[in-house]
């Protein structure tokens, strides 16, 4: 087994438990953001890239049920360059950063900063960038982890960001705490099943290995909230495998990319009860012409990866990010996977000097 692989099965082992320790401490954490004022005006900019990119993406859905208005959800590098451009000093800037040193994330800091708007930054690493330039640092050690594939972190400055923003919503008397406490309990309850579904999944993927192993393509899709957990599953399949990956919404798909899909390629749907009905459809018709596709949550057909879902609505993805580590580490374990992508990785994080020092 590659060591990278064997490091994040390490980490796969350990995320709930890491996890755990972040939801035994909430009050803490609700505490560092009870300054913290919306006012009527008040843009929220929530801020990352990579796994951190998908974690804001999919923490706006529960920003706009909090605050009735949608947040926005910005590249770094977009935010530097352009968007910051109509910033103003009643806005909230929060970016997500697992190293807390990813230059363009350390920018948006300096900016929100130089135009006095409140900055709040979760990250895993102490005295980073990040944490010293943020009004409010919110330090998440159990994400800590060395491997450049992220397991625990996605998960955990994700479970950080809500937090955050049911911290924020009952400082501004916008939810009860009665509204607070359900939502922290319905984390705690996810958290406790974690371990579940990445089993759950590992017993699938070595039953259908040579299924997975005979594609050269993957197209992952999904809906709402899990078109970021399908990001995940791609990027992550480009990264440990070398293997070229698409991830996208499911109803684009039929707009256009679903004209080109070689026999090589496997799609795999993502599935929740939202969008249920929707995405029966979407497979009959994809099975109808002859082509590779594998079902991923609720009520999947025979042969295909069955979840039983618990939670439905602005959590669900935490029920689907361990599924999908835990079918992409057992895939690589299986196949021998893990060393392009490292390599590749580390080449253009240098010669891009994408990191700030601390």
């Known amino acids: 087994m590659k060591h990278e692989i064997q490091r994040m099965r390490y980490y796969l082992s350990t995320t709930q438990t890491s996890i755990d320790t972040i939801l035994n401490r909430v009050d803490s954490l609700i505490q560092k953001v009870k300054e913290v004022e919306i006012l009527p005006t008040t843009v929220i900019y929530l801020i990352g890239n990579g796994s951190s990119g998908e974690g804001v993406r999919i923490a706006s859905y529960l920003a706009l049920e909090l605050f009735n208005r949608s947040p926005i959800c910005v590249s770094p590098y977009q935010f530097t360059h352009s968007t910051s451009k109509v910033l103003h000093s009643q806005d909230i800037v929060i970016v997500l950063s697992q190293t807390g040193t990813s230059h363009e994330v350390v920018e948006s800091l300096r900016i929100a900063k130089n135009h006095h708007a409140k900055s709040i930054a979760l990250t895993a690493t102490i005295e980073s960038p990040c944490a010293k330039l943020a009004d409010i640092p919110i330090l998440l050690e159990e994400c800590v982890e060395d491997v450049d594939y992220k397991v625990t972190g996605v998960v955990g400055l994700l479970v950080g960001l809500w937090i955050v923003l049911i911290g924020i919503a009952k400082a501004n008397h916008l939810i009860s705490d009665s509204d607070s406490e359900g939502m922290q309990k319905q ?7 974690y371990n579940d579904y990445a089993q ?27 078109v970021e957990t399908a990001s ?14 698409l991830a996208m919404d499911t109803e684009e ?10 026999t090589s390629n496997l799609i795999v749907l993502l599935v929740d009860e939202s969008t ?5 459809k979407v497979y009959q018709a994809i099975k109808e012409r002859n082509q590779e596709v594998v079902w991923i949550g609720m009520d999947a057909p025979e042969g295909d990866l069955d979840l039983d ?18 079918l992409l580490i057992n895939w690589a374990e299986m196949k021998d996977h893990g060393s392009i992508g490292t390599e590749v990785f580390a080449y253009y994080q240098a010669c891009l000097d994408v990191r700030e020092k601390n």
């Open 187 to 193: 984390l705690v309850e996810l958290n406790q099943h």
């Open 200 to 226: 759950v999944a590992e017993r699938w993927t070595k039953k259908n290995i040579e299924r997975l192993e005979a594609c050269f393509t993957l197209t992952v899709l999904g809906s709402g909230a899990l």
């Open 232 to 245: 995940e599953l791609s990027v992550k399949a480009i990264e440990v495998q070398n293997r070229y990956s």
């Open 253 to 262: 798909f039929l707009h256009g990319v679903c004209a080109a899909n070689p």
């Open 276 to 280: 249920l009905a929707y995405s029966k």
């Open 309 to 326: 879902l618990i939670c439905m609505g602005k959590f669900a993805t935490l029920q689907f990010f361990p599924v999908i580590h835990s």
